[in-house]
T-cell receptor, first 115, second 116 residues
């Protein structure tokens, strides 16, 4: 079945540092890929998405490129802020059939940014 | 445009009781999915409804059930509660079609269920 693997966490950075959170996936077909962010006590917010190979999703300074050859969708940000502290989830969605509405999530990576 | 609304935000129930959680999707969205989030198991898919029909179901026991109404609002029910059912329950809504754009899911804030 489909699966998503995120880098082991937590990740602790100083403000303005460069961020990379690795994400690799296993899936049949051509899934859509997502990064979601969860702040304490909140639900999930969609951060960015990519729906086909070589697509780059971007939002709020975060970027991720859909790499089919390496089955990866790594999240990057050039300069993190304290307000970026949250839990980040990589997820995939395979289309149709028995996969309707089913997002498959990675285990989540806790990011803490210090001033 | 209002987002996904889940009620209640917090619930405390006793083992053996049953509970019903509610989810109102974004206006115009016809698909509602439910997830269970726990520290040990992470985010796990429960089921998905589209136009009042369950299209997909995860690997949860029959104590977990759901339904969707004609206005796309959805409820999930857990019967005979167990301590292990304590979790954050999240619902997500989407347009629900098969095109790539229509599968983008938007989440509610969740219902925190504690079973004692």
């Amino acid at each position: 079945g489909d699966s998503v693997t995120q880098m082991e966490g937590p990740v602790t950075l100083s403000e303005e540092a460069f961020l990379t959170i690795n994400c690799t996936y296993t899936a049949t077909g051509y899934p859509s890929l997502f990064w979601y962010v969860q702040y304490p006590g909140e639900g999930l917010q969609l951060l960015l998405k990519a729906t086909k190979a070589d697509d780059k999703g971007s939002n709020k300074g975060f970027e991720a490129t859909y790499r089919k050859e390496t089955t990866s969708f790594h999240l990057e940000k050039g300069s993190v802020q304290v307000s970026d502290s949250a839990v980040y989830f990589c997820a995939l969605l395979n289309g149709g059939g028995t996969s309707y509405g089913k997002l498959t999530f990675g285990q989540g990576t806790i990011l803490t940014v210090h001033p | 445009k209002a987002g996904v609304t889940q009620t209640p935000r917090y619930l405390i129930k006793t083992r053996g009781q049953q509970v019903t959680l509610s989810c109102s999707p974004i206006s115009g969205h016809r698909s509602v999915s439910w997830y269970q989030q726990t520290p040990g198991q992470g985010l796990q898919f429960l089921f998905e409804y589209f136009s009042e029909t369950q299209r997909n179901k995860g690997n949860f026991p029959g104590r977990f059930s759901g339904r969707q109404f004609s206005n796309s609002r959805s409820e999930m029910n857990v019967s005979t509660l167990e301590l292990g059912d304590s979790a954050l329950y999240l619902c997500a809504s989407s347009l629900g079609g098969t095109g790539k754009g229509s599968t983008e899911a938007f989440f509610g804030q969740g219902t925190r269920l504690t079973v004692v």
